[in-house]
């Protein structure tokens, strides 16, 4: 990240803390809405809720986010994450067992490519702290060996981490909050709204007019954030990942935030971003990043093999826009982009 969008970041995180969080209730004719704007999760949320009570949803969703947040937070020592990785054994809540054992089976299901066990290679490239650097080949030699989930063992109540592992959550975390607060909007009989948690985004019903929710796929070239099509969707998470999102410039060569935990280096993929579709949240969060590492010929075959999960949009380092066929329907773009099938492109 260069100085400019470094300072700009940080000078819209310093902004929130002043505010506390953004509020906005109101009634107009029978219909009643709620909208907070906070910061959690190392990210700028919004949530929305239309309903009698979505003042009384809103406020419990976010508090129930800001719960999680200390609760799975690798950055902060009081976390739960934190003292798992400090000790290497930790009896957990069942929110954080529920994560890491979900994280096990996606481990699993995608042949290692997404690997919460990825925290060391992190911090050695510098990404959790800001503070980067390239390593040598001796200090990936000595850190890759630790990134492996097939080591985590763990009984009804308690995870034990391979000798020198640690975990970060970062790549599920958000997806699995999402769900929650859908949930907590279902307990409030909100059958209207929308979160937004960075890059996630998770909605529930449609809008109060009876169409469906529309959300912007950024275009990954675009220095503004220029939208490059748009997904219209109900009940549905939709989460990115990209290279563009997180990175630093170092001798001319950029280094992005997804890791491939088979080589310790930034993924080199031939993909600009990945946007995967789901009524699940967690398995959205962390497939955006697997897939990513994938590459197109990979997301493409995981998909057709698990195309009953979720449904998808890649965008190639050529620019080229690919839709999955599950959800072609409910794109908008003014640029060409080509169907996935089953049977092929």
Same mark, same amino acid.
């Given at each position: 990240?260069?100085?400019? %969008?470094?300072a700009?970041?940080?000078?819209?995180?310093?902004?929130? +803390?002043?505010?506390?969080?953004?509020?906005?209730?109101?009634?107009?004719?029978?219909? @009643?809405?709620?909208?907070?704007?906070? +910061?959690?999760?190392?990210?700028?949320?919004?949530?929305?809720?239309?309903?009698?009570?979505?003042?009384?949803?809103?406020?419990?969703?976010?508090?129930? =986010? $800001? &719960?999680?947040?200390?609760?799975?937070?690798?950055?902060?020592?009081?976390s739960?994450?934190?003292?798992?990785?400090?000790?290497?054994?930790?009896?957990?809540? !069942?929110?954080?067992?529920?994560?890491? !054992?979900?994280?096990?089976?996606?481990? @699993?299901?995608?042949?290692?490519?997404?690997?919460?066990?990825?925290?060391?290679?992190? %911090?050695?490239?510098?990404?959790?702290?800001?503070?980067?650097? =390239?390593?040598?080949? !001796?200090?990936?030699s000595?850190i890759?060996?630790?990134?492996?989930?097939?080591?985590?063992?763990?009984? $009804?109540?308690?995870?034990i981490?391979?000798?020198? @592992?640690?975990?970060?959550?970062?790549?599920?975390?958000?997806?699995?909050?999402?769900?929650?607060v859908?949930?907590?909007?279902?307990?409030?009989?909100?059958?209207?709204?929308?979160?937004?948690?960075?890059?996630?985004?998770?909605?529930?019903? &449609?809008?109060?007019?009876?169409?469906?929710?529309?959300?912007?796929? $950024?275009?990954?070239?675009?220095? &503004?954030?220029? =939208?490059?099509?748009?997904?219209?969707?109900?009940? &549905?998470?939709?989460?990115?990942?990209?290279?563009?999102?997180?990175?630093f410039?170092?001798?001319?060569?950029?280094?992005?935030?997804?890791?491939?935990?088979?080589?310790?280096?930034?993924?080199?993929?031939?993909?600009?971003?990945?946007?995967?579709?789901?009524?699940?949240?967690?398995?959205?969060?962390a497939?955006?990043?697997?897939?990513?590492?994938?590459?197109?010929?990979?997301?493409?075959?995981?998909?057709?093999?698990?195309?009953?999960?979720?449904?998808?949009?890649?965008i190639?380092?050529?620019?080229?826009?690919?839709?999955? !066929?599950?959800?072609?329907?409910?794109?908008?773009?003014?640029?060409?982009?080509?169907?996935?099938?089953?049977?092929?492109?």
């Amino acid at each position: 990240m260069n100085r400019r %969008k470094l300072a700009a970041f940080l000078g819209i995180v310093f902004v929130i +803390f002043l505010a506390g969080y953004f509020v906005r209730c109101h009634v107009t004719g029978r219909q @009643q809405s709620c909208t907070k704007q906070f +910061f959690a999760m190392d990210t700028f949320m919004s949530f929305t809720a239309y309903g009698k009570d979505s003042e009384a949803a809103v406020n419990a969703a976010v508090l129930e =986010v $800001q &719960r999680l947040d200390a609760l799975l937070s690798a950055g902060s020592v009081s976390s739960e994450i934190s003292a798992l990785n400090a000790s290497g054994s930790k009896e957990l809540s !069942e929110d954080t067992m529920r994560i890491l !054992e979900r994280a096990q089976r996606i481990y @699993q299901d995608t042949g290692g490519l997404f690997d919460v066990t990825i925290y060391p290679l992190m %911090k050695l490239w510098g990404f959790p702290t800001r503070e980067y650097h =390239v390593p040598d080949e !001796e200090e990936l030699s000595e850190i890759l060996p630790l990134v492996d989930a097939s080591k985590l063992q763990h009984d $009804q109540t308690t995870f034990i981490l391979g000798e020198g @592992q640690q975990v970060d959550l970062g790549g599920i975390a958000k997806g699995y909050a999402s769900s929650q607060v859908m949930d907590i909007f279902h307990s409030y009989e909100i059958e209207s709204g929308m979160v937004s948690l960075g890059g996630n985004v998770q909605v529930i019903g &449609r809008r109060p007019d009876g169409n469906r929710w529309q959300v912007g796929i $950024q275009d990954p070239k675009s220095v &503004r954030g220029e =939208v490059l099509a748009v997904l219209e969707t109900e009940d &549905r998470a939709v989460i990115t990942s990209g290279g563009y999102e997180r990175y630093f410039e170092e001798d001319g060569k950029t280094y992005i935030h997804i890791i491939d935990p088979r080589t310790g280096y930034p993924a080199d993929s031939d993909l600009e971003s990945v946007t995967v579709v789901s009524s699940d949240g967690m398995l959205a969060d962390a497939l955006s990043t697997a897939l990513y590492i994938m590459g197109y010929d990979g997301a493409v075959d995981y998909w057709k093999a698990h195309k009953e999960e979720f449904d998808m949009i890649l965008i190639t380092d050529s620019g080229a826009i690919c839709v999955t !066929e599950g959800i072609q329907e409910g794109i908008r773009s003014d640029a060409q982009y080509s169907v996935v099938s089953s049977d092929g492109v």
